[in-house]
C-alpha cells in the first residue's frame, strides 16, 4: 500500500475549511484522499460541517439540527463560501473522500446517496462512533471503513475489529509502536492524524503508517522522500 496524504476538510490551513473551496484546492495539491464531515440539517441534507453548531466556521449562530438546508446556505462559510452539500462535493471533485459521520441517523442518509450512486468504491466512512461505523456497513454493501479515535488505549483495536472497519485512524499524539504493532495482527491499515510539521511526518514514517491526515498540502510534496 503508498503512503496516503488525506486533506483534512479539504486543506483547512490554507482554505476555510470543508468548503468547495478548500477541497478543490486538495485536489489541485494532488492530496490522495479529501476528508470531510457530515452533519444532517433540520430538513435532512446531508450538509458538510465538522462542528455540531455554526459559530465557529460561519458568520451565523445556532445547531445546525435546528437550521434547514436554506437557512444554511445564506451563511458565509469564509471568503464568501457557501456550506456545502455531500453531493455537491461528488460534483465538484474527482478525488477519492472519506466521510466522517457524526451518529447513525447521518449513517442511513449517507447510505442512501452512497446506494444510489454506487461509491462504495470511492467513498470511505468514518466515525468515532463503533455504531455508526456497524449501522453504515449493514447499509452499504462493500462500504469501506474507518473508526477515529483521539483519546484511546490498546482495546481500539479490538474496537475496531467488533465494529468491521478495515482502518483506524488516530492522533499521532497518543501512539504507540504497541498499538501500531497490534493493528497490524489483525490487519487494519492505519492513518495518523494531524500530521502538519516534518517531525509529524516523520513520526508516522518512522512507526510504518499507510497515511497521513493533514492540514496543508505540502505534506504531499514532502511525504514521498521522508524516511
Given amino acids: 500500500m503508498n503512503f496516503l496524504t488525506i486533506g483534512h476538510r479539504g486543506v483547512m490551513g490554507v482554505a476555510p475549511e470543508n468548503t468547495l473551496r478548500s477541497f478543490a484546492a486538495a485536489q489541485e495539491a494532488g492530496l490522495d484522499v479529501i476528508e470531510l464531515d457530515l452533519h444532517l440539517s433540520k430538513d435532512g441534507a446531508l450538509v458538510v460541517m465538522h462542528d455540531t453548531d455554526v459559530d465557529r466556521t460561519t458568520d ?41 459521520i457524526k451518529d447513525v441517523q447521518a449513517a442511513r442518509a449517507l447510505a442512501e446517496v452512497m446506494n444510489e450512486r454506487n461509491l462504495a468504491d470511492r467513498v ?22 474507518a473508526l477515529i479515535a483521539s483519546r ?8 475496531a475489529v467488533e465494529a468491521g472497519a478495515s482502518t483506524v485512524c488516530l492522533n499521532i499524539r497518543r501512539l504507540t509502536l504497541e498499538i501500531v504493532e497490534q493493528a497490524r495482527k489483525a490487519d487494519l491499515a492505519i492513518i495518523g492524524w494531524v500530521v502538519n510539521t516534518q517531525d509529524h511526518l516523520r513520526l508516522v514514517r518512522a512507526l510504518g503508517l499507510d497515511g497521513a491526515t493533514t492540514d496543508y498540502p505540502e505534506i504531499k510534496r514532502t511525504g514521498r522522500f521522508t524516511a
Avoid at 128 to 140: K, S
Wanted: proline letters at 4%; glycine letters at 8%.
Fill in 60 to 100: 451565523g449562530t445556532g445547531a445546525i439540527a435546528d437550521k434547514t438546508l436554506a437557512e444554511l446556505r445564506a451563511l458565509d462559510a469564509g471568503h464568501g463560501e457557501r456550506v456545502p452539500v455531500f453531493e455537491e462535493v461528488l460534483d465538484a471533485v474527482r478525488t477519492p473522500l472519506q466521510a466522517e
Fill in 124 to 145: 470511505e466512512v468514518s466515525s468515532f462512533h463503533d455504531e455508526a461505523i456497524t449501522e453504515i456497513a449493514r447499509l452499504v454493501p462493500g462500504v469501506r471503513t
Fill in 152 to 159: 484511546y488505549g490498546a482495546d481500539i483495536v479490538d474496537r
